[in-house]
């Protein structure tokens, strides 16, 4: 009698076992994904300064840290930037549409700076205008033995059914795994890189050696940025707010390295702008300057958001550095005060994809909105929302701080999918209506996409 009620409760205890796992599963049937993907990697350590991946060019003065961003607000233009390291040298790009014959040039300016006792190369910029879509250009910067040549593609003609493939990194910096990271993205086929801030992490240092890694940094990306357009936002590792060495002028180092075509757009600050590329108008916002209402920044931005054409250009796209939406307790929060702002203006603009990085992981929503929220009420919740972008936070370039993987259990219904990976996005559009997304694992070489997904046009 005793062993049959011992068995009775011991059926009884694995049906209550079944009935919660069975309930639990039902409770999630629609939630994201969490991976459970875990990859052996390098340390997150930066690569040693005389690793050749930061080779200085050869000969006296040779221009080095060559890097290219569009010129102005619909593709026929690009900045091209490099260091002279010795002396001012030649400010001169000389350029044109088949290789060795130069038929155009432009003059540039040059800019220097200090970092505490470190004292920064000649800074060239130079505007390259009036080009034709859809062509090759082959272009020479530097005098005599130390001249180097580069080229670049131009974008199509702004048109509703312009297909164009971008690249979306996020804090990147100068490890093994952002080296992994971009000889990645480099055999994707992305034609343009919208980087989502962060860059070198050369504020992890210290003295001279700041302005040295930011060196560094320039020559790394340079086997890419001389050869397709990266379209910088800044992140918090570009304020530079160092007042142990006396330096606090905000954003030093990357406003005097990397140009924006901010003019273009109306902009008066290169750190938030705009350009047209192909079928895509992409807006790049600062999240370490002030955007609250009243100023330049929001009053910028809704001016900007009034001159976005959809029947020119289909795909609206955001990138800034701080996720709206995330679900890891990294940086948790820190993009609420952007969205109390701006939510509504996304919605309402019915904006595809925000692209943000700063934490580092790989992060997709669901279209969400939480422009009901009311701290008065507390009616807190996001709400599935048709017109609402969706938010990918690609923050996991390879840089030495690591990943983070602390996502929060159980996965939140705003989100899709979520992986600690180092790893890259392309964004390859078709069309008015369809394009083809995915983000990239890092994999030692072999193609590998762990998330990809059509999108369809907010607006078409
Ligand atoms: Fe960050």
Not at 19 to 35: D, F
Not at 71 to 95: F, H, L, Q
Not at 183 to 212: N, P, T
Not at 254 to 266: E, G
Request: hydrophobic residues 35%; negative net charge; contains cysteine.
């Amino acid at each position: 009698m005793l062993l049959a009620s011992r068995l009775l409760r011991l059926q009884l205890f694995r049906f209550v076992i079944i009935l919660v796992l069975v309930l639990s599963y039902v409770e999630n049937g629609n939630a994201g994904l969490t991976s459970t993907f875990v990859r052996t990697q390098w340390p997150a350590a930066d690569i040693p300064l005389d690793n050749e991946v930061f080779a200085i060019p050869k000969g006296y003065n040779a221009p080095q840290q060559v890097h290219i961003t569009q010129g102005d607000y619909d593709g026929k233009a690009v900045i091209i930037s490099w260091v002279t390291p010795d002396e001012p040298g030649s400010n001169t790009v000389k350029y044109g549409t088949s290789e060795n014959s130069y038929d155009f040039s432009a003059e540039g300016t040059i800019t220097n700076y200090t970092f505490y006792k470190y004292k920064s190369g000649y800074i060239h910029h130079c505007l390259v205008d009036g080009l034709e879509y859809d062509s090759k250009y082959y272009y020479k910067i530097g005098e005599g033995d130390s001249s180097r040549v580069f080229w670049f593609q131009t974008p199509p003609e702004i048109d509703p059914d312009a297909s164009y493939t971008f690249g979306i990194i996020g804090d990147l910096g100068q490890t093994y795994n952002s080296l992994s990271t971009l000889e990645h993205y480099m055999k994707s086929g992305g034609q343009s890189v919208l980087f989502a801030g962060d860059l070198s992490y050369a504020d992890r240092y210290q003295y001279d050696d700041v302005g040295i890694r930011w060196d560094s940094w320039g020559r790394f990306i340079e086997q890419s940025a001389a050869y397709q357009p990266w379209i910088w936002s800044a992140g918090n590792h570009e304020i530079e707010y160092m007042p142990d060495m006396e330096e606090v002028l905000p954003f030093k180092s990357f406003l005097h390295r990397f140009a924006t075509p901010h003019t273009a757009s109306k902009s008066t600050n290169p750190l938030w702008y705009a350009i047209r590329r192909a079928s895509a108008h992409i807006i790049v916002l600062s999240s370490y300057s002030p955007f609250v209402k009243y100023t330049p920044q929001w009053t910028w931005l809704r001016e900007e958001l009034k001159r976005v054409n959809r029947e020119k250009t289909p795909w609206l796209i955001v990138v800034m550095h701080v996720p709206i939406y995330n679900s890891n307790a990294a940086h948790y929060m820190e993009g609420e005060s952007m969205r109390a702002v701006f939510e509504s203006w996304f919605v309402r603009s019915k904006v595809d994809f925000i692209f943000a990085g700063h934490v580092h992981a790989y992060e997709r929503s669901y279209r969400i909105s939480n422009i009901h929220y009311n701290v008065t009420t507390g009616d807190r919740y996001p709400v599935p929302d048709k017109s609402a972008p969706v938010y990918l936070t690609v923050g996991d370039g390879g840089n030495q701080e690591g990943l983070v993987g602390r996502f929060f259990d159980p996965q939140p219904d705003y989100s899709a999918f979520r992986e600690a990976s180092y790893g890259h996005s392309t964004l390859e559009i078709r069309n008015r209506t369809h394009a083809f997304y995915q983000w990239n694992r890092n994999d030692d070489g072999k193609p590998e996409t762990t998330d990809s997904v059509i999108f369809h046009n907010q607006y078409w």
